[in-house]
């Protein structure tokens, strides 16, 4: 594996999965099983108030091939092909959606030492294309993310991030939303032992001239089992427990209060996956 400054997509990342990652609030239900000749199979559901959402996942793996085939409830079929390193550092993913013939897509991604790029482009008579591309190095990132309709002739995404790694700390800004939105990002590890660290991530617009202020923190009751809890701006605070109770098979139980207004019940997620 290459290291550099990654892709666009993980400047900040560690700092949103601490955030943001496993909370759920509604009661989801996964379960992987493997055939013998190495193809997984996820089923998968997810109560949403009184609607349930189900979908199976087939995926199958072949040298440095990847096929992954969803169904939904609606009778949507996702397909995505990936082809990992048909050269060095180079990964190619085509997919699609059936019955959607607009939905067509071909994206390149290429990890470099000293650069991290994804391009991709629909495919479609005025496709959307996309580029993203980041310089620098595993300490010092610097990169932008772009999108352009080719159909209405105008940018529909233009955004700019910049990250800073060390061994115990990773900072980020990102400049989103056309220079609207401003997004700094802080993740720094306190204990690697117990895989306790902090976060934070602040947000203004722009536009609004509104701050949105969330922190959090993740630590390890012990090899199995991680606690974790955060609290915005708006009051509302959220903590989720969660345990791998076999090899990959984790059940997290998550619940969210808006200490603003108490007298309001509380939101409880559940989310079990199994594999098999």
């Keep these: 594996m290459v ?13 949103r999965d601490l955030l943001y990652r496993d909370y759920v609030s509604d009661h989801k239900f996964t379960v992987t099983t493997y055939t013998s000749n ?7 559901g997810v109560k949403k108030g009184e609607f349930l959402l189900a979908d199976v996942n087939t995926q199958l793996k072949n040298k440095n091939f990847t096929t992954d085939v ?11 092909i990936t082809v990992d390193e048909p050269a060095p550092g180079l990964k190619t993913i085509f997919s699609f959606v059936v019955p959607d013939q607009k939905s067509g897509k071909v994206e390149l991604q290429y990890l ?33 993310d772009l999108s352009f309709d080719t159909s209405s002739g105008n940018f529909t995404k ?19 939303d056309k220079a609207d939105t401003l997004t700094a990002s802080y993740y720094h590890t306190v204990n690697p032992l117990t895989n306790t660290a902090v ?10 001239n509104e701050n949105t202020m969330t ?55 559940l989310a079990v996956a199994l594999k098999q």
């Excluded at 976060?199 to 609004?208: C, D, I, N, Q, V």
């Design 158 to 176: 233009c955004n700019a991030g910049l990250s800073f790694t060390t061994s115990d700390l990773i900072a980020s800004l990102a400049l989103n």
């Design 215 to 269: 922190i959090g923190t993740h630590h390890s009751l012990d090899p199995l089992t991680t606690v974790k809890a955060r609290v915005n701006s708006y009051g509302k605070a959220s903590a989720l427990i969660q345990h791998e109770w076999r090899p990959k098979s984790l059940f997290t139980i998550s619940g969210e209060v808006d200490t603003r207004a108490i007298e309001k019940s509380a939101k409880v997620g």
């Design 70 to 80: 969803k169904v939904d409830t609606n009778s949507n079929v996702y397909t995505t």
């Design 199 to 208: 976060g934070a991530e602040l947000t203004h617009s722009f536009s609004s």
């Design 38 to 44: 190495g193809v997984a199979i996820t089923s998968s």
């Design 3 to 15: 290291k550099g400054p990654g892709l666009y997509s993980d400047i900040g990342k560690k700092a």
């Design 112 to 144: 470099h030492e000293y650069a991290g790029i994804s391009t991709s482009i629909g495919l479609a008579a005025s496709p959307l294309v996309n580029f993203s591309g980041v310089a620098g190095n595993n300490k010092i990132a610097l990169g932008t």
